[in-house]
């Protein structure tokens, strides 16, 4: 069983950026793929990013590429998703979410735990 929490979201210009922080429960952290999706108003869960357990392979949607990073703390349960030259279109709820899997898949049903969101609002 793993509990995530998110943290880090707010408002901020365009242009700026924002690292989003997600905490973990549970003693098998190091065992789980994580990845942040994000949904917007009206909108599908869109994947944005996604790292294996051992933190060696990313993965990210072609909209964010060269713009986010995804990182994680093995020793201290917690995954990143840094944020630079944000756009109004990055503007959604971001969730963090675990998976029992050495793979990242885009798929939300991949993901076996979720945490609550945290809302990234950019404006232009």
């Known amino acids: 069983q793993v509990h995530l929490v998110e943290s880090g979201g707010g408002l901020v210009q365009a242009g700026g950026s924002l690292r989003l922080s997600c905490a973990a429960s549970?003693?098998?952290?190091?065992?789980?793929?994580m990845a942040w999706f994000r949904q917007a108003p009206g909108k599908e869960r869109e994947f944005v990013a996604g790292?294996?357990?051992?933190?060696?392979?990313?993965l990210y949607v072609d909209s964010v590429k060269g713009r986010f990073t995804v990182s994680r703390d093995n020793a201290d349960k917690t995954v990143h998703l840094h944020m630079n030259s944000l756009k109004p279109e990055d503007t959604a709820n971001y969730y963090c979410?675990?998976?029992?899997?050495?793979?990242?898949?885009?798929?939300?049903?991949?993901?076996?735990?979720w945490g609550q969101g945290t809302q990234v609002t950019v404006s232009s």
């Open positions: 549970g003693r098998t952290f190091n065992m789980y793929t």
């Open positions: 790292i294996t357990p051992s933190g060696l392979l990313t």
């Open positions: 979410a675990a998976a029992e899997s050495t793979s990242v898949r885009r798929v939300p049903d991949h993901y076996d735990y």
